[in-house]
Every structure is written in C-alpha cells, then in structure tokens.
C-alpha cells in the first residue's frame, strides 16, 4: 500500500488534471501564423498571464507545423516548465527583435512530477515559441534568425 503522501500526490493530481481540463476549455487562444527560416507556422498566441500558465498543458498532440507563442510585455530571462504537459517540445526563444537567442529541448512531465524541471532562457526574451520536439534542428534554425507575424 502507498504511503499517505504519495495517495495525497495521486489525488491532488486528478483534481488537478480535471480542473486543468475545465480550464484549458475556457481559453480560446488567437491563432495567426508567423515566418521563420521560410517556413509558415500555425499558432496560438498566449499573451495574458492566464494564457501563459495554460500553454499547451494536457495537450496530446501537435500539428507538424503548429505551436504556440508565447508574448510577453518585457524583455527579460524566462524560465519555462512542462507541468501537465504530455508532449515532448521544443522551444526558441526570442528577443524584443524577434531574433532567436536559445533554443531548448524540454521533456513531457507525469501529472505525479510536483518539481518539473525549469528551462531558463540563455538571454532575456520576450517571445518563446514553442513547436513539436526537434522541430528547430530538424528545420535548421540557427541561433539569430528572425520570425515575422505575418497579417491576416
């Protein structure tokens, strides 16, 4: 039999996943499309604080070329986790000019993880984008590209 921590983890993480869930259905994130290295990429942009604590939590899947952007007020050091986050992703950070200044690996967490690990920017950002784990490698973004939000 498990110890009363670990059944208080277990339940704290259902009631957690569940509301995560009532949630996530309430936003409805803006969705545009950018340019990076050529290439048109879907998102939904998280820009409130409630949008950025939601982010791609309890999400099973991402389109090839689908993410979400994440855009911030100010230009400063970011620390990014995968609580609730069920897919591996990657992530790029940008800077006030919209020029890459990290990119990271991040590893999907268990809905038991109470300490996540934390993913800091090497540089202050302002944008991060996060994409299916690989995507920057395998399109071969480099450290000082660009993206530009493309109009509607």
Same mark, same amino acid.
């Given at each position: 039999m498990g110890s009363p921590l670990r059944l208080f983890l277990v339940l704290f993480s259902l009631v957690s996943l569940k509301a995560g869930l009532c949630f996530g259905s309430e936003i409805h994130f803006e969705k545009a499309k950018i340019l990076l290295a050529g *290439?048109?990429?879907s998102i939904e942009i998280a820009k409130t604080p409630s949008e950025h604590a939601q &982010?791609?939590?309890?999400? #099973? #899947?991402? &389109?090839?070329?689908?993410g979400m952007l994440f855009v911030f007020e100010n230009e400063e050091i970011r620390h990014f986790w995968m609580k609730n986050t069920l897919i591996d992703l990657s992530i790029g950070y940008?800077? *006030?000019d919209k020029v890459l200044v990290?990119?990271?690996?991040m590893t999907a967490t268990s809905l038991l993880d109470v300490k996540p690990p934390s993913y800091p920017s090497a540089k202050p950002a302002m944008y991060a984008l996060e994409m299916n784990k690989g995507w920057f490698r395998r399109n071969g973004l480099k450290i000082g590209q660009k993206f530009q939000l493309l109009k509607r």
């Open positions: *290439k048109s990429i &982010g791609l939590m309890f999400r #099973k #899947k991402l &389109g090839s070329d689908e940008f800077d *006030k990290d990119i990271q690996e």
